[in-house]
């Protein structure tokens, strides 16, 4: 860390709670801890702040957004009477824009924030684990506990050649000088779909390769959509292959695929792996301060946070599981708080609302149809294609649909997702109504506001007894 806060450490012996990490989930456990009056020492290595606001979801979502608006003005034609066009003028000024809006929001949500809260003392270094704290930068700091919230990075997919290629990750790739004129996404999760969409849309030659199919936590309608409008705006979207080898020559890369049996090369400049995070556990001395980690490489936590050793806990990417920023914060809290209290809180994501940024949004809680069967319920669904919701006619934009599942026997709601351009909004709605225990006939007897494409929910939730195409105005 350089352009870094640093409050001078206290001098005093223990702290009650050691973080080792400072990003989202680190300053959440910390600043959760200084509330609670608890002196705490924040340790951070690497650029103060983490993935989201420095890799992850600003740099990403900017670029997402202007990469938007760019498709927006050469789709207004599909209003009658429209023609629109829009260019990159200055690569190198969009690119400027997107990391001046890191470095304010590092400095406003994460180094101004050392200051404004004086229990907590910031250090900087690689941290590991020792007994009765941690060890950083040569000095031993004593704690009561220790929340372990070091994050995870790019994984390097396990393809014969990666090694001899320059490859792209969703971090180098966001800081790119010039636009690649071709690129093969390898990887169909949200961090390969979003990228991909982005940098076509930029103008850049997109192939986006999968093992099995894009979204694949996703329900097979929204994931084959998607695809669809994927390869309507000129995306190349290869699923369900397997890779073979990569190889570089003077025009750039190539991947050997085999599809259907058959092998095949993908030829572009360069290439972008997105499939998957690793833990950043290297250096940390888990084994020797028995804390085990699950096969993945990831921390293992009980439902309060806590690790296999009792006075050590973890949150974050560093856990492997629900991989967004504020399920790292608000693991960081519940940790913070069972360490400090005693280990009265459960982590709770049954109504984690989830997003991916592509155009038409896709966006999901709860259960999905096949994870509802696995659980053991009876499953009833209805999918609503956003022709039929008012807002999406109005927009001339129908891409999407809402897909709702239900126990059938008691009719409670269990999840949803949504493919749309305004999901992400949208979907809040659906986690309410599934934190509530709602069931599908409460929901499609709410007032919901006309033409808005949350009111797709209501006639989604309609849908299971009625064809709603016989509905008049406002589902009356
Ligand atoms: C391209 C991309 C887009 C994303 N978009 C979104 C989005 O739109 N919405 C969303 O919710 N999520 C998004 N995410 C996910 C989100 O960024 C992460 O889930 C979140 O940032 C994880 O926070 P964390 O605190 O667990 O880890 P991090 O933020 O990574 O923080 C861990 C910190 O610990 C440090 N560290 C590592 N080892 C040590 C050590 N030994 N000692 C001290 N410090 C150490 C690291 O350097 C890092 O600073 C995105 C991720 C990516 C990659």
């Known amino acids: 860390m350089t352009d870094c806060y640093m409050p001078e450490p206290k001098s005093h012996g223990a702290y009650d709670l050691a973080v080792v990490g400072a990003g989202s989930a680190g300053f959440s456990a910390a600043i959760t801890a200084a509330e609670q009056g608890a002196e705490v020492a924040l340790v951070g290595h690497g650029t103060i702040g983490g993935t989201c606001v420095n890799v992850g979801c600003v740099p990403s979502k900017t670029m997402i957004r202007a990469a938007e608006v760019l498709h927006g003005a050469r789709a207004a034609s599909r209003f009658p009477g429209l023609s629109g066009e829009a260019h ?14 890191v470095t304010t929001l590092r400095q406003r949500k994460y180094i101004d924030l050392l200051s404004a809260y004086p229990g907590i003392s910031y250090f900087d270094g690689a941290a590991c684990l020792t007994t009765g704290g941690v060890a950083v930068g040569g000095r031993i700091v004593r704690a009561g506990k220790t929340i372990i919230t070091t994050g995870a990075a790019p994984g390097q997919p396990d393809i014969p050649g990666f090694d001899d290629v320059p490859w792209l990750t969703s971090t180098t790739a966001l800081e790119l000088t010039d636009l690649p004129r071709s690129l093969i996404v390898i990887g169909g999760g949200y961090v390969g779909c979003e990228l991909a969409q982005m940098f076509a849309r930029m103008g850049t030659r997109v192939t986006i390769v999968a093992r099995s199919r894009l979204l694949p936590e996703a329900e097979p309608e929204v994931s084959e959509a998607l695809t669809g409008y994927l390869r309507d705006e000129g995306l190349m979207v290869h699923v369900g292959l397997a890779y073979r080898q990569v190889t570089r020559d003077e025009r750039g890369v190539g991947l050997i695929v085999e599809i259907d049996g058959r092998e095949e090369t993908l030829r572009a400049e360069q290439v972008l792996a997105a499939t998957g995070r690793t833990p950043n556990t290297r250096g940390l001395d888990l084994h020797k301060n028995g804390v085990q980690r699950a096969d993945s490489g990831a921390i293992s936590v009980d439902a309060m946070m806590r690790t296999s050793n009792p006075i050590i806990y973890a949150a974050g990417d560093v856990t492997g599981r629900d991989q967004f920023v504020y399920m790292a914060a608000y693991g960081g809290k519940v940790a913070a708080l069972n360490a400090l209290n005693g280990d009265s809180l459960v982590y709770d994501n049954s109504a984690m609302p989830w997003v991916v940024f592509n155009d038409p949004q896709v966006a999901g809680v709860g259960l999905s149809a096949a994870t509802a069967r696995n659980a053991g319920y009876d499953v009833k669904t209805s999918v609503l294609p956003l022709d039929q919701v008012p807002r999406a ?5 129908a891409r999407g649909l809402i897909k709702l599942v239900a126990d059938a026997g008691t009719d409670r709601l269990l999840g949803g997702q949504i493919l749309a351009p305004e ?3 949208s979907v809040q709605t659906l986690a309410v109504a599934l934190k509530t225990g709602m069931t599908a006939k409460a929901l499609g007897e709410m007032l919901f506001p006309y033409l808005t494409t949350v009111e797709g929910l209501k006639l989604a939730a309609l849908a299971f007894d009625k064809n709603v195409a016989t509905l008049s105005c406002c589902a009356g």
């Open 393 to 397: 006619l109005a927009a001339r934009d």
């Open 88 to 101: 990159i003028m200055d690569w190198g000024a969009l690119v400027a824009a997107k990391d001046d809006l």
């Open 423 to 425: 999901a992400a909004d």
